[in-house]
């Protein structure tokens, strides 16, 4: 296993400043989310295997009742998996790099190579690619691997929302018809929801239509019924079984949409962290509200509390 060395390269957003003799603008302040510490992890399913993650990693294959802990290659900060690459578990981390396991996360190796340093808050696998990863670093942009981790290529710059670039909390591919090739990256943001055919022609709001009306008309005509404005979106989560159904964990509560992220509905009213469904129901729910997990079998009508990990 290869652990993250620390080292003092630049991110490429701070070379950019400098040169123009502006200098490296104070980071924003964090925002409060799924693997920051605490009670709360990073959720995700492996197949039928709940994961939940932070400084270490908890398994469990029975729906909550029993877990199991692994050792983690540095302090997540978000996890990904793919249905069709079972055993496969990606993680972002605090300390930078990507960790990539192909058992689960019994073993683990660390991809840095072409990745700035910074933490890497949020994580992606391509909805019809399990080779093809993609990265969220704060400050810097959205980049991608299309080895499975070995080398990272810049991908697009962070999406500009309110007048100023945002980043990343959360991340999802999405294979809908409506994206240009069928694939949209949706990323939560500190102050709301975008996303970006992979074509990476323009991030873009959520919005009725496809990629290609909302690039000819310009202002497009907004969701019906949007996630609540300004809110950070601290997790995102898709099920391939059913790809237009999303979920989304905000302070305000667990909320679900239908058709791909127009029309949005409260689910649960109490603060969200973490976000996860299952690759072959989109009716299983994992989520952490308040600091516990909880799980749910009908789309969030009800749910029950996983046992104590």
Same mark, same amino acid.
């Given at each position: ?37 605490? #009670?709360? !992890? /990073?959720?995700?399913? &492996? ?6 993650? %932070?400084?270490? +990693?908890?398994? $469990?294959? =029975? ?60 994580? #992606?696998? !391509? /909805?019809?690619?399990? &080779? ?6 704060? %400050?810097?942009? +959205?980049?991608? $691997?299309? =080895? ?78 949007? +996630? ?82």
């Amino acid at each position: 296993m290869k652990m993250i060395e620390p080292n003092f390269r630049p991110t490429r957003r701070a070379v950019l400043t400098a040169a123009l003799g502006i200098g490296v603008l104070a980071a924003l302040p964090g925002v409060a989310r799924a693997g920051t510490g605490g #009670a709360n !992890g /990073s959720l995700a399913f &492996d197949g039928d295997a709940l994961l939940s993650a %932070g400084g270490t +990693l908890s398994t $469990s294959t =029975d729906g909550g009742a029993t877990w199991s802990e692994r050792a983690l290659p540095g302090r997540v900060l978000a996890l990904a998996t793919h249905r069709d690459r079972p055993g496969r578990v990606v993680a972002g981390l605090a300390e930078g790099g990507v960790g990539f396991s192909e058992d689960g996360g019994a073993t683990w190796r660390v991809g840095t190579a072409g990745l700035p340093d910074g933490a890497v808050n949020a994580v #992606a696998i !391509g /909805s019809r690619d399990p &080779d093809l990863i993609y990265a969220a670093i704060p %400050g810097d942009g +959205l980049y991608k $691997s299309e =080895d499975a981790g070995e080398s990272w290529t810049l991908a697009m710059d962070r999406p500009w929302l309110d007048e100023a670039e945002r980043d990343p909390l959360a991340l999802v591919s999405v294979d809908l018809d409506t994206g240009m090739g069928g694939i949209w990256i949706y990323a939560g943001t500190e102050t709301g929801l975008t996303r970006v055919p992979d074509c990476f022609c323009r991030w873009q709001d959520v919005q009725p239509g496809n990629a290609m009306d909302a690039l000819v008309a310009g202002d497009a005509p907004p969701p019906e019924n949007p +996630l609540p404005a300004g809110e950070p979106v601290l997790s995102l989560a898709s099920s391939p079984s059913s790809p237009e159904r999303l979920y989304a964990a905000l302070p305000s509560g667990l909320w679900a949409s239908r058709d791909g992220g127009v029309v949005w509905t409260q689910i649960v009213e109490e603060s969200a962290s973490a976000v996860a469904v299952h690759p072959e129901d989109e009716t299983y729910v994992a989520a952490i509200v308040g600091d516990a997990l909880k799980l749910s079998r009908d789309s969030g009508m009800t749910w029950t509390a996983a046992a104590a990990k």
